[in-house]
């Protein structure tokens, strides 16, 4: 047998096929975990081949089961960046602010406060939305532990972006499963990364949109009799 290389032992089509012979809850809630913390991995890799063997029988999976450790997974890997941003990162950007460099760069303590202020205020949809856009939803946890946005607020928009983007990925795997073999599988998932990049796109554009247009849009107002002055 031909000892397999460190290349080999990292690409992912290697982890796909050992993730597909050995899946389980715990490796889903792990490789969340890593997906969603300052490591960098593919999450289209555990989620969709997850729910794909979970309508598989005797596979011993479920695939509401998945969907949902899955979200615990990505919930846990961002509260990992959320505090070390906060206890590591924050410390280091009130220095610079309060340095002489810093007051060059125009930056201040008060200046600082107000970005905070403005995050916390403003943050729980950057964070929705930031859950649902590849590339950002790994490092979105993180300006929200330096703003030290607050915890309840971030768990809860977290989470329900991770949920969301676990359902669209549940679906691929359940939507495969209907029409594709095992030995495909993995072709077929890189073939559709694609357009996920595009849905995760698209949904965040239409979340977005919908805010503005509930802030935006004109408010009825309630038809009040006038009040005699002389009484």
Same mark, same amino acid.
Not at 187 to 197: D, H
């Given at each position: 047998?031909?000892?397999?290389?460190? =290349?080999?032992?990292?690409?992912?089509?290697? =982890? %796909?096929?050992?993730?597909?012979?050995?899946?389980?809850?715990? %490796?889903?809630?792990? =490789?969340?975990?890593?997906?969603?913390?300052?490591?960098? &991995?593919?999450?289209?890799?555990?989620?969709?081949?997850?729910?794909? $063997?979970?309508?598989?029988?005797? +596979?011993?999976?479920?695939?509401?089961?998945?969907?949902?450790?899955? @979200?615990?997974?990505?919930?846990?890997?961002?509260?990992?960046?959320?505090?070390?941003?906060?206890?590591?990162?924050?410390? $280091?950007?009130?220095?610079?602010?309060?340095? /002489? %460099?810093?007051?060059?760069?125009?930056? *201040?303590?008060?200046?600082?406060?107000?970005?905070?202020?403005?995050?916390?205020?403003?943050?729980?949809? +950057? @964070? &929705?939305?930031?859950?649902?856009?590849?590339?950002?939803?790994?490092?979105?946890?993180?300006?929200?532990?330096?703003?030290?946005?607050?915890?309840?607020?971030?768990?809860?928009?977290?989470?329900?972006?991770?949920?969301?983007? *676990?359902?669209?990925?549940?679906?691929?795997?359940?939507?495969?499963? @209907? %029409?594709?073999?095992?030995?495909?599988?993995?072709?077929? $998932?890189?073939?559709?990364?694609?357009?996920? @990049?595009?849905?995760?796109?698209?949904?965040?554009?239409?979340?977005?949109?919908?805010?503005?247009?509930?802030? =935006?849009?004109? /408010?009825?107002?309630?038809?009040?009799?006038?009040?005699?002055?002389?009484?």
């Amino acid at each position: 047998m031909i000892a397999l290389s460190v =290349f080999d032992y990292l690409s992912a089509s290697y =982890f %796909f096929q050992y993730f597909v012979e050995h899946a389980n809850y715990w %490796f889903v809630f792990i =490789f969340m975990t890593i997906e969603s913390s300052f490591i960098p &991995f593919p999450s289209e890799v555990v989620v969709p081949p997850a729910a794909y $063997i979970a309508m598989q029988p005797d +596979s011993g999976l479920n695939i509401y089961a998945v969907c949902l450790v899955a @979200t615990a997974g990505a919930l846990c890997g961002s509260m990992i960046n959320y505090y070390l941003a906060m206890w590591i990162g924050r410390p $280091i950007v009130y220095a610079f602010a309060r340095s /002489r %460099f810093g007051h060059v760069c125009l930056l *201040n303590e008060a200046k600082v406060q107000r970005a905070e202020a403005y995050f916390d205020d403003h943050g729980a949809i +950057s @964070t &929705f939305v930031g859950r649902l856009i590849p590339a950002v939803r790994q490092l979105i946890s993180i300006p929200a532990g330096l703003a030290r946005m607050g915890l309840g607020k971030f768990v809860v928009f977290t989470t329900l972006g991770a949920l969301l983007w *676990n359902m669209v990925l549940t679906f691929l795997g359940y939507f495969l499963s @209907t %029409f594709v073999t095992m030995e495909q599988l993995y072709t077929k $998932i890189e073939e559709y990364n694609e357009y996920l @990049t595009y849905i995760g796109l698209g949904i965040g554009c239409l979340c977005v949109l919908f805010i503005v247009w509930n802030l =935006f849009k004109p /408010r009825n107002q309630q038809n009040i009799p006038p009040v005699d002055p002389l009484i």
